[in-house]
């Protein structure tokens, strides 16, 4: 390549902290390290993964995780990799994992910071190389606390930032800390994260919509005649041209499906049916994380119910819940069929 092709001002996700930093001024810095350790997380997993069909680290390990799925070698190697990266922060004291059936204390740490999380979202495609990813929300401590339960059981709009990494072709990483959402694509050479999607916006709408019809004999009547409103092509009023019905992308793998409505538009639910009554995606490390990633790109998520869903609460700290997630045009059209709007 000619040096004319050759952009040496790139911006890295080191770069974009400490400039973040400098603009927001984070609390003394203490945001970039969570989001330092972060890093180090998914480039440690993303190069993990990518070799692990080389070393066989895919395959049932034969025991299940603490809410009952089947775990996979690279769930429980990916956890470790998770959790011992947040240890090198320093300031994380609380992690809660999908893989891990208690609350977990850093005691060396100091109680900055609490990460909830799903170290391998959508671990069942692994085998079939598919896009996995993972999801993380992040929460300060609350005054006082030296860290347990209290840090995380709270309403959505108190996390402070959310971030996922999807680990596709290559490996993307969308962040934010409040004040919108930038997104960052693994250069495995230089080994660093690039801002590629400055200041991402989720388009207002797009004639996708992404559901596991499997479970479609199970939904309650309002979803299932939503959908069906979805696939029924429509004659527009005035030019009595037919309009395309809408077009159907499901992959089974949150991340990809919530990456893929964000850059494209459209919308993602696991609505809840007979099978789960509250849905089958976790509120602390699957819902309120995309729900704050994807509000913050101009986007809305809801529950089954029309309840907005970063005002959720959980109870406990695997709680689950029906999600309706994507520009905010096509999540208004179900809130319109629920008669919430
Ligand atoms: P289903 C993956 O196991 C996961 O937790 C999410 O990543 C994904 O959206 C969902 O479950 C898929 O569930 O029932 O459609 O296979």
């Known amino acids: 390549l000619g040096s004319e092709n050759i952009d040496t001002d790139i911006i890295t996700l080191p770069r974009f902290i400490l400039e973040s930093q400098r603009m927001h001024k984070n609390a003394k810095g203490d945001f970039s390290m969570v989001l330092s350790a972060l890093q180090y997380a998914f480039k440690f997993i993303s190069q993990t993964i990518r070799k692990s069909e080389l070393i066989h680290l895919i395959g049932i390990t034969g025991d299940t995780n603490s809410t009952g799925d089947q775990q996979k070698k690279l769930d429980v190697l990916g956890d470790e990799i998770f ?22 204390l ?30 993380v929300s992040i929460f300060k401590i609350l005054p006082g606390s030296e ?5 995380v059981l709270r309403s959505g709009t108190e996390m402070c930032g959310a971030c996922y990494a999807m680990y596709g072709a290559s490996t993307h990483l969308m962040v934010t800390m409040g004040q919108g959402v930038d997104g960052f694509t693994l250069d495995n050479n230089l080994g660093e994260f690039i801002l590629t999607y400055p200041n991402l916006q989720i388009p207002a709408n797009r004639a996708i919509y992404s559901v596991n019809e499997g479970n479609s004999p199970y939904w309650v009547e309002s979803t299932r005649s939503f959908i069906e409103s979805l696939r029924t092509h429509k004659v527009d009023p005035v030019t009595g041209a037919e309009t395309k019905a809408y077009s159907a992308r499901y992959v089974g793998s949150m991340v990809a499906d ?13 609505p809840s049916d007979k099978y789960h009554p509250n849905g089958k995606l976790r509120l602390l490390y699957e819902a309120f994380p995309m729900a704050m990633l994807v509000e913050q790109g101009g986007g809305k998520a809801v529950d089954d119910h029309g309840v907005r869903i970063l005002d959720l609460k959980p109870t406990h700290i695997h709680d689950k819940t029906s999600i309706w997630i994507g520009s905010p045009n096509e999540v208004d059209k179900y809130l319109m069929h629920i008669g919430k709007l």
């Open 106 to 135: 850093l005691e060396g740490n100091e109680a900055k910071y609490a990460i909830c999380c799903d170290p391998i979202d959508g671990s069942s495609n692994l085998d079939a190389g598919v896009s996995v990813g993972t999801i």
């Open 83 to 104: 959790i011992n990266a947040m240890k090198t922060s320093g300031i994380i004291r609380v992690v809660v994992s999908e893989e891990q059936e208690h609350l977990i």
């Open 258 to 270: 919530v990456h893929r409505t964000f850059l494209y538009g459209g919308i993602f639910t696991y």
């Open 147 to 151: 860290g347990d339960e209290k840090d």
